[in-house]
């Protein structure tokens, strides 16, 4: 979206992409992340951090058209049947190489990476021409959250060329702890972690998310392991300094699988003097 030179900053978003199942049960997040779009501007391009690209060195998607990867198992065959064909972008690729590594960061391009389900199951239901430019950046699950939340810092300039900066992880995350008949009321453990984090996000307490492991209650059967937070803290450092961050969408699928999802910055997006992304 531009106007007379000028694009809008986008908002970034926080996305918790759940079971697969989300791309086809008719869910509250389902119908959440499909409705998403009419309120944020048009993106020149998008940018996913998602919990299912883990490298020890960040890497960066730089192929044209990268590939759908089903990375599950076990799951209805039209799940297997379902394409995301949203071209990739080579030149925001180098950009955000280039970004990186004017800061000292270890930096990979991965021209044959495809595009893993935390980036492309939530894209399918909010942009589902798959039209729009799509990039990932990996994480890295052996480090911290606040190596993302920097992460985040470093590729925040984009927003003001109009690029969707998103994490897409989940805000509870312990498949061992899930009722798959998807019945059931959250568990005491998992709403108190839940409630703490909304807390502590809607109220600018970045250090409290930052060090969760030793303040959140119960973080270790909230987040049996780390990937699924840390699209959060890199979320949280693509935001600007006292800028409007709101809980967007709450509801939980199969018991305690928590489907949180957050904005920062103005839904409608501001104008900046930056070039768009031709």
Known sequence: MTTAGLSARMPSLFVSHG????????????????????????????????????????TITAGTAPETIHDF????????????????????????????????????????????????????????????PLVQ???????DARRHWQLGRLLRPLRDRGVLLVGSGGTVHNLRDLDWRGVGQP??????????LHGV?????????????????DAARSHPTNEHFLPLPFALGTSHDGEERQRVHHSWDYGNLAMDMYRFGDARGGLVSEPALG
């Open 19 to 58: 079971a697969p199942t989300l791309a086809l049960a008719d869910t509250e997040a389902h119908r959440f992340l499909r409705s998403l779009p009419a309120g944020l501007p048009r993106p020149e391009a998008i940018v996913v951090v998602s919990a299912h690209f883990d490298r020890p060195v960040t």
């Open 73 to 132: 198992g076990g799951f209805p065959r039209e799940l297997y049947d379902l394409r995301y064909p949203a071209p990739g972008s080579p030149a925001l690729a180098q950009e955000i190489s280039a970004l990186l590594a004017s800061a000292g960061w270890p930096v990979e391009l991965g021209a044959s990476r495809g595009f893993d389900h935390g980036a492309w199951i939530p894209l399918f239901l909010m942009y589902p021409d798959a039209d729009i």
């Open 137 to 143: 950046v990996s994480l890295d699950s052996t480090s």
């Open 187 to 196: 568990a005491d453990w998992a709403a108190a972690f839940n409630a703490w």
């Open 201 to 217: 996000v809607t109220e600018f307490r970045d250090n409290d998310v930052l060090q969760f492991r030793s303040v959140a209650p």
